[in-house]
């Protein structure tokens, strides 16, 4: 399959890791918009939030649980906002699932 993130997850592209398991992956996005910027990802492949089902929520579950051990990890003591962009209104560019992790300042008050 054609998917970057894929690519990534196999090592066929590079990324700067940030946290490894036998389910999912934290990388540092290549353009980051905050001090900290970084995606946590599953590594079987999920198109995005839409396409969250049972059979994947066990794995999702656990990105929400290693979220605030990569945070804290990552030094964000004082917040951080976690999004996914899902389809084209959203701007979602890459469709394999993510959630971006970011902080290292003050964020926007404004999301969209
Ligand atoms: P989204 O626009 O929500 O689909 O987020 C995709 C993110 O992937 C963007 O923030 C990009 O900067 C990031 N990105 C694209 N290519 C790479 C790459 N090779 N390594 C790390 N992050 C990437």
Same mark, same amino acid.
């Given at each position: 399959m054609d998917c970057l993130f894929c690519k990534i997850i196999k090592g066929e592209i590079p990324s700067v890791k940030v946290y490894e398991d036998e389910k999912i992956l934290c990388f540092r996005d290549i *353009?980051?918009? *905050?001090?900290v910027h970084l995606l946590v990802v599953p590594? *079987?492949? #999920?198109?995005? #939030?839409? *396409?969250?089902s049972k059979e994947n929520a066990g794995t999702v579950a656990h990105i929400f649980e290693c979220i605030p051990k990569i945070a804290k990890q990552q030094g964000l003591s004082k917040g951080y906002r976690v999004i996914s962009n899902v389809g084209p209104d959203a701007c979602q560019s890459v469709p394999h699932l993510h959630f971006h992790i970011l902080g290292g300042g003050q964020l926007s008050e404004k999301m969209a």
């Open positions: *353009a980051p918009q *905050a001090p590594k *079987a492949h #999920v198109p995005s #939030v839409d *396409a969250i």
